[in-house]
């Protein structure tokens, strides 16, 4: 990894009980919450509409919600499948020549994301964290053992009650380095990014619930995944039955 994005990240990672602490009694400022719309009022404006022809995707686009109140109840293995499948999968491919696409767009094609899920709640798959071979479709059992008690420690108390599943997902630097240098991160985050969108709106699909966590321990994290120097935990979605 070079040694700009390395030192970005070091600075960057995030760890609980490091976020910007307020003083004891004072409110949380208007500025966390206050949303600012950008307008240009003296320029002349063009009516836009609501479109009103509704589909399936818009439907979904509409429902899509962060969901956190998750419920201790499994998912179906099948909805695993095919979050795993058509988030971040090879798409099948009339040409033998051209490399597979995927479902999501990458930067030169050069694929950096990497999908890990960490299993605490799904029938009929061991509790265990796994990697998603996007080649073979398949997943690896890097560990079979109960995580749910680090999924706290990993990931926050609260976004773990109802003990959900997580799918992780990490970037491999060196493969977008070769072509883009240093925006191999900024790459890369934009990737996790349209994956994410994909996981969202397919766990809206299969009316599962989902909450994006970008407030994860890196470095418990990448101790977890056993991650090399040149990989790094970029963004996670928690996954799960809801209320
Ligand atoms: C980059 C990113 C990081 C986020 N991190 C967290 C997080 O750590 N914990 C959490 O509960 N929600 C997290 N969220 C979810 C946001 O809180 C949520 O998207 C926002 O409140 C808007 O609500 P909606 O997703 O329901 O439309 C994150 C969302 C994004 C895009």
Redesign the pocket.
């Given at each position: 990894m070079l040694e700009e994005i390395k030192k970005f990240y070091e600075k960057t990672k995030f760890k609980f009980g490091e976020l910007q602490k307020l003083p004891k009694g004072i409110e949380v400022p208007l500025n966390w919450i206050r949303v600012f719309y950008k307008t240009y009022p003296r320029f002349p404006k063009i009516e836009l509409k609501i479109p009103e022809k509704e589909t399936e995707f818009s439907k979904l686009l509409k429902k899509?919600?962060?969901r956190?109140d998750f419920k201790d109840c499994p998912i179906n293995f099948e909805d695993i499948e095919r979050i795993l499948y058509l988030s971040s999968g090879l798409k099948s491919s009339d040409n033998e020549n051209l490399q597979p696409k995927r479902f999501y767009p990458s930067a030169g094609a050069r694929y950096p994301i990497e999908v890990y899920l960490l299993a605490n709640n799904i029938e009929g798959l061991s509790k265990g964290l796994y990697h998603y071979n996007v080649k073979s479709n398949t997943l690896e059992e890097i560990l079979k053992k109960d995580l749910s008690g680090k999924s706290i420690r990993l990931f926050g108390q609260?976004?773990s009650k109802g003990n959900p599943n997580f799918i992780i997902l990490t970037g491999v630097m060196s493969r977008s380095e070769v072509k883009y240098g240093l925006n191999a991160y900024r790459f890369g985050l934009i990737e996790s990014g349209h994956i994410g969108q994909n996981i969202y709106l397919l766990s809206e699909e299969q009316r599962l619930g989902c909450?994006?966590?970008?407030?994860?321990d890196n470095e418990l994290t990448t101790k977890l995944l056993d991650l090399s120097d040149d990989e790094i935990p970029l963004?996670v979605f928690a996954l799960g039955k809801t209320n």
């Open positions: 899509r919600v962060s956190r609260d976004i909450c994006a966590i970008g407030g994860f963004y």
